[in-house]
């Protein structure tokens, strides 16, 4: 399968048989300026972590033109289709899975918060564990340390986890390195950095310490794409 990284939280994953699309916030996104635009996605499948602008993004944009499904929470799904009007979605919850023909997901706690721009309420925020294809890929979503991903890492072999690391909202650097001790994956992908003042971390460094700590760290820059 081929993952794609437009910046910040935002990932296109080509499985067998579907094109998966990650919190597509791009428009928006400093860090997609020529490298994609909004209009040149075409996903099958859109998967949303929580409801906030830099994960919501272009949304109803994409689904309106593409006819993608759209995966989220209750609420965020509802929001879609109260306010939107697109009607192809896959509600969950957290600690829910779903089996849809291209593969497996599961939403998974994430410690956060999830609200729409303009207030309403966002449900819970999740991450995912993905199968397909017999690997796993873990999107940890914006999300602090907790304490039940060392339960996910003992679940779960996971080829690939794409983690949060700019700090001020979400993991940093240290915490970064704990999670990945609790889930041991593969490889780890850092995610939610650079793209504001914020969150502005040094990857190097970040990729240096989870070295030290005996991971496998890939730093993907806006609009690189890699086999896994
Ligand atoms: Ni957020
Ligand atoms: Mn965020």
């Not at 437009?6 to 490298?35: C, K, Q, R, W, Y």
């Not at 999107?139 to 996910?152: H, K, S």
């Not at 950095?193 to 914020?198: D, E, K």
Request: glycine share 8%; charged share 20%; hydrophobic share 40%.
């Amino acid at each position: 399968m081929q993952l794609r990284y437009f910046g910040h939280s935002a990932f296109m994953l080509n499985v067998e048989g579907a094109s998966l699309l990650f919190d597509p916030f791009i428009t928006d996104n400093p860090h997609t300026d020529g490298v994609v635009t909004a209009d040149e996605l075409n996903p099958d499948v859109i998967l949303l972590t929580h409801a906030h602008s830099d994960h919501w993004g272009d949304t109803p944009e994409i689904a309106a033109r593409t006819k993608a499904q759209v995966v989220a929470n209750f609420e965020i799904v509802t929001y879609l289709q109260e306010k939107h009007g697109h009607q192809n979605v896959q509600p969950m919850n957290t600690g829910g899975s779903w089996s849809f023909d291209w593969g497996r997901v599961k939403q998974t706690y994430a410690r956060h918060s999830s609200s729409f721009a303009d207030g309403t309420y966002g449900g819970n925020p999740n991450g995912y564990i993905l199968h397909a294809e017999d690997k796993c890929i873990y999107n940890l979503g914006d999300t602090a340390l907790f304490q039940e991903m060392e339960y996910i890492g003992n679940q779960h072999t996971i080829d690939v986890a794409l983690m949060p690391i700019g700090d001020c909202f979400t993991m940093g650097i240290e915490d970064s390195i704990e999670a990945a001790r609790r889930l041991t994956p593969k490889l780890v992908i850092p995610m939610h950095w650079g793209t504001f003042p914020y969150i502005e971390v040094d990857t190097d460094a970040w990729a240096a310490k989870m070295k030290d700590a005996g991971f496998n760290a890939r730093v993907m820059q806006p609009g690189e794409s890699i086999e896994i």
